[in-house]
């Protein structure tokens, strides 16, 4: 299955809200899980379940969809949020990341 | 707290073999599968293979398949990722991470801090 993420790279300002999109290749039901990833830094999980946002992390980070599109929406962009962003589906092996999105200062 | 430790940077020549490792601590070993992800420079990340430590399940990308070798040693809570001959092109970031089960498959909920391998003649 081949996860496709757009943009590549999405130029937002602070305080503005940031769409990141997700597509599979065929179904995976809900089972998109979303990462942050920071330069130097190990990736953070942000999201399973499509939809389900994990503990500690900001209520600005919410997820959505289900088969083949998924969405990431970050409300309001704080400093701290500008970094790269991963969808991976795990409905089955070999489960796979997007290319990812980069979020950037505009 | 759950950790996930890797070792530290490797500089290699190509044919060389290389073992990184990721030592867990603060859950049980045994009982959650271990992921290895690389990160090749300035590119994405790839699913390389999974293990379970309890009986040393595991499975491999096709991408992956014959290159590298995952193990567990449950004595001391840690996982490894072998290669037997490198080449320039292994060159990357490799994360561990450890495995949570949601529905039918699972993703990472925890990471270790990356090691970095270089492949350089």
């Known amino acids: 299955i081949v996860m496709t993420q757009s943009p590549a790279t999405l130029y937002v300002s602070p305080g503005e809200r940031a769409t990141l999109s997700c597509r599979a290749s065929q179904s995976v039901s809900s089972n998109v899980a979303w990462y942050q990833h920071k330069p130097g830094q190990a990736p953070r999980l942000l999201i399973y379940g499509a939809s389900t946002r994990v503990t500690g992390i900001p209520a600005r980070f919410s997820g959505s969809g289900f088969g083949t599109e998924f969405t990431l929406t970050i409300s309001s962009l704080q400093s701290e949020d500008f970094a790269l962003y991963y969808c991976q589906h795990y409905n089955n092996w070999p489960q796979t990341f997007g290319q990812g999105t980069r979020v950037a200062i505009k | 707290e759950v950790k996930l430790e890797q070792s530290g940077a490797e500089v290699k020549k190509p044919g060389e073999s290389l073992q990184i490792s990721c030592k867990v601590s603060g859950y049980r070993f045994s009982g959650y599968w271990i992921g290895w992800v690389r990160q090749l420079p300035e590119k994405g990340l790839e699913w390389m293979g999974i293990?379970?430590?309890?009986?040393?399940?595991?499975r491999y990308s096709p991408s992956f398949q014959g290159l590298v070798t995952l193990s567990a040693d449950k004595a001391t809570n840690t996982a490894y990722l072998q290669w037997t001959r490198l080449e320039a092109s292994d060159t990357a970031i490799y994360y561990c991470?450890?495995?949570?089960?949601?529905?039918?498959?699972?993703?990472?909920?925890?990471w270790g801090q990356g090691t970095q391998v270089t492949v350089s003649s």
């Open positions: 991470g450890r495995l949570d089960y949601h529905d039918v498959g699972y993703f990472v909920d925890y």
């Open positions: 293990i379970f430590p309890s009986d040393s399940d595991t």
